[in-house]
T-cell receptor
Framework: GAGVSQSPSNKVTEKGKDVELRCDPI?????LYWYRQRLGQGLEFLIY????????KSGLPSDRFSAERTGESVSTLTIQRTQQEDSAVYLC?????????????FGSGTQLSVL | QKEVEQNSGPLSVPEGAIASLNCTYS??????FFWYRQYSGKSPELIMS????GDKEDGRFTAQLNKASQYVSLLIRDSQPSDSATYLC?????????FGTGTSLTVIP
């Protein structure tokens, strides 16, 4: 596609339920990042995929959070047993690694509200 | 110590003035630096990238990089009300892409 696509755009769930967020990166982009942004706050790094390398999971806040990516395509971020503190916008970004530089392009995000 | 630090502001400037946004980073070997603009309720949008020491100009925007001081800045000339947004500094470090917390800019008509 022309840009990074995320779905759903909005998700309202009840505390304790599991949610799955999807990210479809720009075709050909080898790197994919997930960030969390709470209201009025900055971007909090969650996880990074680069090609077929093992993902960098160092930003995942707890074992309730997990993410997968199939090759260089779609990624899903799963939050189990959601808590109210998980309410935030979850942003996905993809980039093309070149010899010279890497630029990150963002999707429109998923607004998650945990009631 | 955070990887990327910014003054959160808010910063207010009158229309037509120069807005100056600043950022410092901790990873000395970082090579790529970026400024993103984020309007309220929207996702970040890349507006400038800079890789070499010195200035890089693009229209009303000038990015400045000083690797020795680990400092990167963004100047917005002839500020417009449409420039009102949060500006995020990003650095591609050895650990990946890290963002500052953003500086909120308001341009007053």
């Amino acid at each position: 596609g022309a840009g990074v696509s995320q779905s759903p755009s909005n998700k309202v769930t009840e505390k304790g339920k599991d949610v799955e967020l999807r990210c479809d990166p720009i075709s050909g982009h080898t790197a994919l990042y997930w960030y969390r942004q709470r209201l009025g706050q900055g971007l909090e790094f969650l996880i990074y995929f680069q090609g077929n390398s093992a993902p960098d999971k160092s930003g995942l806040p707890s074992d309730r959070f997990s993410a997968e990516r199939t090759g260089e395509s779609v990624s899903t971020l799963t939050i189990q047993r959601t808590q109210q503190e998980d309410s935030a916008v979850y942003l996905c970004a993809s980039s093309l690694m070149t010899e010279d530089n890497e630029k990150l392009f963002f999707g429109s995000g998923t607004q998650l509200s945990v009631l | 110590q955070k990887e990327v630090e910014q003054n959160s502001g808010p910063l207010s400037v009158p229309e037509g003035a120069i807005a100056s946004l600043n950022c410092t980073y901790s990873d000395r070997v970082s090579q790529s630096f970026f400024w993103y603009r984020q309007y309220s309720g929207k996702s970040p949008e890349l507006i400038m990238s800079i890789y070499s020491n010195g200035d890089k100009e693009d229209g009303r925007f000038t990015a400045q990089l000083n690797k020795a001081s680990q400092y990167v800045s963004l100047l917005i000339r002839d500020s417009q009300p449409s420039d009102s947004a949060t500006y995020l500094c990003a650095v591609n470090t050895r650990l990946g892409f890290y963002f500052g917390t953003g500086t909120s800019l308001t341009v007053i008509p």
